[in-house]
């Protein structure tokens, strides 16, 4: 089946960003087959967007009631029974949310797509404990902070640029998730590479942390299966413009894979190389490529089915500026150069 990949906007249902309401009750029947686990161990199975650590406190603080009744995290099932689990809220919503300006695409109750530019954290950690999208998510929609991550179901490094989908209820978090582990949510990106590679290729290389620099991610024995395919969009002077496709969602895995391939990203200033303009480029260029603040990368395009429909839908999200203006200069240069390598 072949989709065009247009624009597809959704209804806006907007909510108040003023308080969010108390969490949802989980209500569920546990299944014959998984008597003889632990309560913690059997809920875990059930409700996958939960971390069993957290379902633990949930179960110790009395969140959980068992026909009734409260149980102990270890307590054994027998399968059939009926469970109520409230989960408790990891945040407040408004000690933290921020008045950040989102680029919205499209939204409705089920799901927003936005455009991140590049230089916004997805989430606070230590060295960006606020300013961050999941403050800026908490302002405009303050009941997502009962979704696990505030419905944040996959990431963009904070120099990144482009297409994210978060969800906004739990049947859309269970979908989006899903829909994510079987690879059947599309993900496009745009990354400008030193070199000319061929015109496309696999790479299928697992990713796992640096033996030594920990902050780092490389391409290592023993690591978690990582694969990228890309293709050429556009071949300039010791430059290429990519379009590559993710099937799986690694931390850094187009950066680690395309430096592992001996083709790192312009800007990059991790996995990166020293900045090569090409012969004779312009003063203009030389300095453009010098300078480029960032990893040249660009998550241009998003596809995935409906939540609740399940309509496929699919966004393209324009080159931010910069990119754009140096894939400018290096057009005309390649257009003044013919023949010269």
Not at 89 to 116: G, M, T
Not at 231 to 249: I, M, N, Y
Not at 316 to 321: N, Q
């Amino acid at each position: 089946m072949t989709f065009d990949l247009q624009t597809q906007p959704l209804l806006t249902v907007p909510r108040s960003p003023a308080s969010a309401a108390s969490p949802t009750p989980r209500r569920l029947r546990l299944d014959e087959g998984q008597a003889g686990l632990r309560l913690d161990q059997a809920l875990a199975e059930r409700l996958p967007e939960f971390s069993r650590s957290r379902i633990q406190q949930w179960i110790e603080q009395g969140n959980a009631r068992v026909d009734g009744r409260q149980w102990r995290s270890r307590d054994r099932v027998r399968g059939g029974e009926e469970v109520e689990l409230t989960p408790v809220l990891e945040i407040e919503p408004s000690s933290i949310a921020q008045p950040i300006a989102l680029d919205i695409l499209a939204e409705d109750e089920h799901l927003l797509v936005l455009n991140k530019p590049a230089g916004l954290v997805v989430h606070p950690a230590a060295g960006n404990p606020d300013g961050t999208l999941l403050n800026a998510l908490l302002h405009h929609d303050a009941t997502l902070a009962q979704l696990p991550r505030c419905g944040i179901v996959h990431r963009l490094d904070k120099e990144t640029s482009g297409l994210l989908v978060v969800a906004r209820s739990l049947q859309a978090h269970h979908s989006l998730v899903r829909q994510l582990q079987a690879r059947t949510m599309g993900r496009e990106y745009l990354a400008l590479v030193v070199g000319e590679p061929g015109t496309g290729a696999r790479i299928d290389a697992a990713i796992g942390r640096h033996p030594v620099q920990r902050k780092r991610m490389a391409v290592v024995s023993g690591g978690r299966q990582a694969v990228s395919d890309y293709r050429l969009v556009e071949r300039f002077r010791g430059h290429t413009l990519l379009a590559v496709k993710l099937s799986t969602g690694r931390t850094h895995q187009i950066r680690v894979h395309m430096r592992h391939a001996g083709y790192p990203l312009v800007g990059d200033p991790v996995y990166g190389a020293r900045p090569r303009p090409p012969k004779g480029a312009a003063s203009v260029l030389v300095r453009a490529l010098r300078s480029f603040p960032r990893q040249a990368l660009h998550a241009r395009r998003l596809t995935l089915q409906h939540p609740l429909t399940g309509e496929l839908l699919a966004w393209e999200a324009p080159l931010p500026e910069d990119l754009d203006g140096l894939l400018r200069l290096l057009r005309e240069d390649f257009a003044d150069n013919r023949g010269v390598r």
